[in-house]
Nanobody, 126 residues
Framework: QVQLVESGGGLVQAGGSLRLSCAAD????????MGWFRQPPGKEREFVAS????????YYPDSGKGRFTISRDNAKNTVYLQMNSLKPEDTAVYYC???????????????????WGQGTQVTVSS
């Protein structure tokens, strides 16, 4: 089992940047595929990015390409989400998620993940 703790959220003006972090406990962080999701007010949770166990493969929805970058540091048991050129529609609670798997893939669905953090609020003002 792994526990995930997100940080780095906050209030930012449109056009600004934020870097979210997700720290994981446990000894086998490198065995987990990691993902970031977000849940805007009144909407369902949606895929933002995912990264393979080694960090060699990353995936994004078409809408997020170019502005968001996911990365991980397995030595620090941490996954990051760098968000640039933020827009008011990026306002949401951002969650990191983990799945222990040997499979390779996008892992872009909520149901594919076993563990979730508590979320961190990102608010982008216009």
């Amino acid at each position: 089992q792994v526990q995930l703790v997100e940080s780095g959220g906050g209030l930012v003006q449109a056009g600004g940047s934020l870097r979210l972090s997700c720290a994981a406990d446990g000894r086998i962080f490198s065995s987990y595929n990691m993902g970031w999701f977000r849940q805007p007010p009144g909407k369902e949770r949606e895929f933002v990015a995912s990264i393979s166990r080694s960090g060699g493969s990353t995936y994004y929805p078409d809408s997020g390409k170019g502005r968001f970058t996911i990365s991980r540091d397995n030595a620090k048991n941490t996954v990051y989400l760098q968000m640039n050129s933020l827009k008011p529609e990026d306002t949401a609670v951002y969650y990191c998620a983990a799945v222990l798997t040997g499979r390779v893939g996008r892992f872009d669905r909520v149901g594919e993940y076993d563990y979730w953090g508590q979320g961190t609020q990102v608010t982008v003002s216009s």
